[in-house]
T-cell receptor, first 105, second 110 residues
Framework: RKEVEQDPGPFNVPEGATVAFNCTYSNSASQSFFWYRQDCRKEPKLLMSVYSSGNEDGRFTAQLNRASQYISLLIRDSKLSDSATYLCVVDDMRFGAGTRLTVKP | NAGVTQTPKFRILKIGQSMTLQCTQDMNHNYMYWYRQDPGMGLKLIYYSVGAGITDKGEVPNGYNVSRSTTEDFPLRLELAAPSQTSVYFC?????????FGQGTRLTVV
């Protein structure tokens, strides 16, 4: 089993839709979780950290489920500018393969 | 504040040639990383360092070497380049939470 696995995608959604991605991790002792965003042919950039109690930043909500060993990212009211690849990161900067999101008019 | 700087941005190598990808950060971060990203794929960790003088292998270290003589610099060496090393290479540094990436080096081995 890979250390970090993500929904393969791609996700194609209309503007205004709500979309959610999951990311599972294999190490039950993992402590740090993040979501990064990567635009086409660009470097990844931190979108948000994932805290045990869950956290929200505007239209974005991140959740951690330790029992099932996964983190999630929920995007509400999708914008065209949300189109990107979303990468989850666990602990010592191990990246998932990424989930590509395309938001269409 | 330059952040993480990678050079070169693009390079074409012939099979069997060697080269060094340079990475410098000015944020005084202890942790630094090298990743490769193949088309349509995620980032694979090649090597990482938790401080000057300390390096360790990541998921895909074969064919690469690194050194960390200073906090600022973390060069990646490719010896005997092979077509399988055609990829985009990203260097990153972190505090160790949020990671900051360089703009990448697009390497083609022909």
């Amino acid at each position: 089993r890979k250390e970090v696995e993500q929904d393969p995608g791609p996700f194609n959604v209309p503007e205004g839709a709500t979309v959610a991605f999951n990311c599972t991790y294999s190490n039950s002792a993992s402590q740090s979780f993040f979501w990064y965003r990567q635009d086409c042919r660009k470097e990844p950039k931190l979108l948000m950290s994932v805290y045990s109690s869950g956290n929200e930043d505007g239209r974005f909500t991140a959740q951690l489920n330790r029992a099932s060993q996964y983190i999630s990212l929920l995007i509400r009211d999708s914008k065209l500018s949300d189109s990107a690849t979303y990468l989850c990161v666990v602990d010592d900067m191990r990246f998932g393969a990424g989930t590509r999101l395309t938001v269409k008019p | 504040n330059a952040g993480v700087t990678q050079t070169p941005k693009f390079r074409i190598l012939k099979i069997g040639q060697s080269m060094t990808l340079q990475c410098t950060q000015d944020m005084n971060h202890n942790y630094m990383y090298w990743y490769r990203q193949d088309p349509g794929m995620g980032l694979k960790l090649i090597y990482y360092s938790v401080g000057a003088g300390i390096t360790d292998k990541g998921e895909v270290p074969n064919g690469y070497n690194v050194s960390r003589s200073t906090t600022e610099d973390f060069p990646l060496r490719l010896e005997l380049a092979a077509p399988s090393q055609t990829s985009v290479y990203f260097c990153a540094s972190s505090y160790p939470t949020e990671a900051f990436f360089g703009q990448g080096t697009r390497l083609t081995v022909v």
